[in-house]
């Protein structure tokens, strides 16, 4: 996922590639993610933090996905930089690095979201050593760590690793050679259909169990599926077009220049799209969980009590200091 220059030759075939899409369309929507997303992200993080440190395990994931979001949405003005053709040299090739790890690994923890409350919500009298706070920290770690390994294995394969000082991950090669086009395959079966199974099963798993289950008062089944409901559906939303036209790229342009140009429009468009979820991930999270709405609110009268304090301290000094 890159917003790589307009115009990019491969070595081997001649290919020029031109769009206005980047220069047009990627300032404005990143800027308006950026603006949204930072600030959610981080309350986001605070929340996590605080229903962590309580001994919340789903938390720790939360936690973890709020800290990928986080990195991706502070990527992005590197991104709206290199829309408008300022040079950045070699960090673009960070940003890119950490911009792939965050989409992959925000995947993963989507996954493990999911399977924590498929095995809370239908074995509740089992698997309770897989609910604790240590095995969320442990399995969160295994996942950041695993991603960072596939990547840096990709990056070798393909020879970015050993020119990363001074070859621009962002430029990419059009068109795609027949090697990129296997890496794509593999991305969008691993990274993208593997975890869409995985949160589906989940899903249609917790609300059959949901249904069943008398105990469970009915704003919370209501509130516990609608949290799972936006998640997954924010993912499809924001990954599926991105994940169809990489497939599209995948299987028809390697080693052709007409299918390079015909993709590149909605290569680009799906590419901002998959913004949406590290901005709206924390937004849906504080909404319809009732433990982060508490923290929220806890914070928010923490902040207006100091507030109020020092607003009385100062109003007391200038009243003595007029007597």
């Known amino acids: 996922m890159d917003a790589a220059p307009v115009n990019q030759t491969n070595s081997s075939t001649s290919c020029t590639v031109e769009s206005s899409v980047e220069t047009h369309m ?9 603006i949204v997303g930072l600030p ?33 949405t502070i990527s992005l003005p590197v991104w709206i930089e290199l829309a408008l053709q300022r040079p950045l040299g070699g960090l673009c090739s960070l940003v890119a690095v950490i911009m ?27 698997f309770h050593w897989v ?19 596939i990547h840096i294995i990709l990056l070798d394969h393909t020879g970015a690793l050993q020119a990363f000082s001074s070859r621009n991950l962002c430029d990419e090669r059009i068109p795609m050679t027949q090697e990129d086009g296997n890496l794509a395959l593999t ?26 289950n008398t105990s469970i ?23 599926m077009p991105y994940q169809i036209v990489m497939l599209l790229r995948a299987i028809l342009e390697p080693g052709t220049c ?12 799906t590419v901002a799209t998959t913004t949406i979820n590290s901005t709206l991930d924390p937004i849906i999270y504080c909404l319809f969980s009732e433990s982060a709405q508490r923290e929220l609110r806890k914070a928010v009268e923490k902040c207006w009590g100091v507030f109020l304090r020092k607003k009385w301290s100062e109003s007391s000094n200038q009243i003595q200091s007029v007597s």
């Open 40 to 72: 959610a992200n981080c309350l986001s993080l605070y929340v996590s933090w605080m229903l962590m440190r309580n001994g919340n395990n789903m938390a720790v994931y939360l936690f973890n996905l709020s800290i990928s979001d986080l990195l991706y």
């Open 100 to 126: 792939y790890n965050s989409f992959y690994v925000g995947s993963g923890l989507l996954c493990c979201i999911s399977v924590d409350r498929y095995l809370a919500v239908v074995y509740p009298l089992h």
């Open 26 to 34: 990627y300032p404005a929507v990143y800027s308006l993610f950026f």
């Open 258 to 269: 007409s299918w390079a140009t015909r993709l590149r429009d909605p290569y680009l468009v």
């Open 131 to 149: 609910r604790e706070v240590q095995t969320a920290a442990i399995v969160s770690i295994a996942l950041w760590t695993l991603e960072i390994t």
């Open 187 to 212: 991305r969008v079966t691993l990274g993208f259909l593997v975890p869409i199974f995985i949160m589906t099963f989940c899903f249609q798993q917790i609300m059959q169990s949901l249904k069943k």
């Open 217 to 239: 008062l009915t704003v919370e089944r209501r509130k516990v599926g609608l949290l799972l409901f936006y998640l997954l559906l924010t993912y499809i939303v924001a990954f």
